[in-house]
């Protein structure tokens, strides 16, 4: 309680992306069309899903909690990006910035524990396909999901604790263009070096321990398509190849950024864009455009939607 009663910090001042209002201008043309594409596009997997009973599988029930992440990861940060490229001063409230670090570190945890679920459910599915049916029933779906989220929150409480009870009564400017825990606690009026650890062996931790564990599943299921028939083979890697892509994409800028206490880079920001900008697009992007079954099923959701205007007109 002592170290919250010494916090006199009220608001925080970004940096942004740049200084250079050239850059800014393009910056939010660019960003603001990637955020439309994201919130449509994923809201479109979403529906297709929902209103498309053959692909009512585990998949694709998770494929749909995923794009419901990237909705709300991406609206974590992108907004509050947009708006201060317009303005010359981007500040952010203490309890607003502290709000936004617990919202960034519950959708990116859930998202790493749900692409860590979507390999196991490749690999009961292709490993051993027999017993698919019963171990990847909808009830363990349900449960797996409830899990996920209840360790992201557990998670992002850890995070928003360590960097709330440490005091802030200097300065104020965080290199950055949204509020993230590394670049908060350098402001901190105190000794930072266990923090920081602790984070690293929370944060880091998960990112690299679930990485190496989809790496693994995918491995052994690369293994597996040995005995797969050629028909089998391609699908398996067609589903596969997409889920390595978007584990790449994700775990990438998240393992370069939360497993060094205490250091800074010059590209951690192209890193931090990366991750809640392009990623969350490139996830509806991968899925669709390589997978045949969620393409047809929104040709016949569009026909429909087609038969029902000219029923009504």
């Known amino acids: 309680?002592?170290?919250?009663?010494?916090?006199?910090?009220?608001?925080?001042?970004?940096?942004?992306?740049?200084?250079?209002?050239?850059?800014?201008?393009?910056?939010?043309?660019?960003?603001?069309?990637?955020?439309?594409?994201?919130?449509?596009?994923?809201?479109?997997?979403?529906?297709?899903?929902?209103?498309?009973?053959?692909?009512?599988?585990?998949?694709?029930?998770?494929?749909?909690?995923?794009?419901?992440?990237?909705?709300?990861?991406?609206?974590?940060?992108?907004?509050?990006?947009?708006?201060?490229?317009?303005?010359?001063?981007?500040?952010?409230?203490?309890?607003?910035?502290?709000?936004?670090?617990?919202?960034?570190?519950?959708?990116?945890?859930?998202?790493?524990?749900?692409?860590?679920?979507?390999?196991?459910?490749?690999?009961?599915?292709?490993?051993?396909p027999l017993h698919y049916p019963s171990v990847m029933n909808m009830r363990v779906c349900v449960q797996l999901v409830c899990a996920l989220w209840f360790g992201a929150t557990v998670h992002s409480l850890v995070q928003t604790f360590l960097t709330i009870r440490l005091p802030y009564?200097?300065?104020?400017?965080?290199?950055?263009?949204?509020?993230?825990?590394?670049?908060?606690?350098?402001?901190?009026?105190?000794?930072?070096?266990?923090?920081?650890?602790?984070?690293?062996?929370?944060?880091?931790?998960?990112?690299?321990?679930c990485f190496l564990a989809l790496i693994t599943s995918y491995v052994v299921i690369l293994v597996s398509l040995r005995k797969q028939s050629a028909e089998g083979c391609r699908k398996a890697l067609s589903t596969c190849s997409a889920h390595l892509m978007v584990v790449a994409l994700f775990f990438g800028p998240c393992i370069f950024i939360y497993t060094r206490p205490d250091t800074s880079f010059s590209i951690d920001k192209v890193a931090s864009v990366f991750y809640t900008v392009v990623t969350p697009l490139l996830n509806p992007l991968i899925y669709t455009l390589r997978n045949e079954e969620v393409n047809s099923a929104m040709k016949q959701l569009r026909q429909r939607q087609v038969f029902f205007m000219k029923s009504y007109t």
Request: aromatic share 14%; hydrophobic share 50%; glycine share 4%.
């Open 169 to 209: 009564c200097g300065p104020n400017t965080i290199n950055s263009y949204f509020c993230d825990v590394p670049p908060v606690i350098k402001l901190a009026c105190a000794d930072t070096y266990l923090t920081g650890m602790l984070i690293v062996s929370n944060s880091g931790t998960i990112s690299l321990t």
């Open 1 to 128: 309680m002592g170290a919250l009663n010494q916090t006199r910090v009220t608001e925080f001042v970004f940096l942004g992306l740049t200084n250079n209002w050239v850059l800014e201008i393009l910056f939010l043309m660019v960003f603001s069309v990637t955020y439309v594409l994201t919130f449509l596009g994923n809201n479109l997997i979403i529906i297709t899903i929902t209103f498309t009973p053959r692909l009512h599988t585990p998949m694709y029930f998770f494929l749909s909690n995923l794009s419901f992440i990237d909705i709300c990861h991406s609206s974590v940060t992108v907004p509050k990006m947009l708006k201060d490229l317009l303005l010359e001063r981007k500040t952010i409230s203490f309890d607003s910035c502290i709000a936004q670090l617990f919202f960034l570190h519950l959708f990116a945890c859930a998202e790493i524990f749900l692409l860590t679920i979507m390999a196991y459910d490749r690999y009961v599915a292709i490993c051993t």
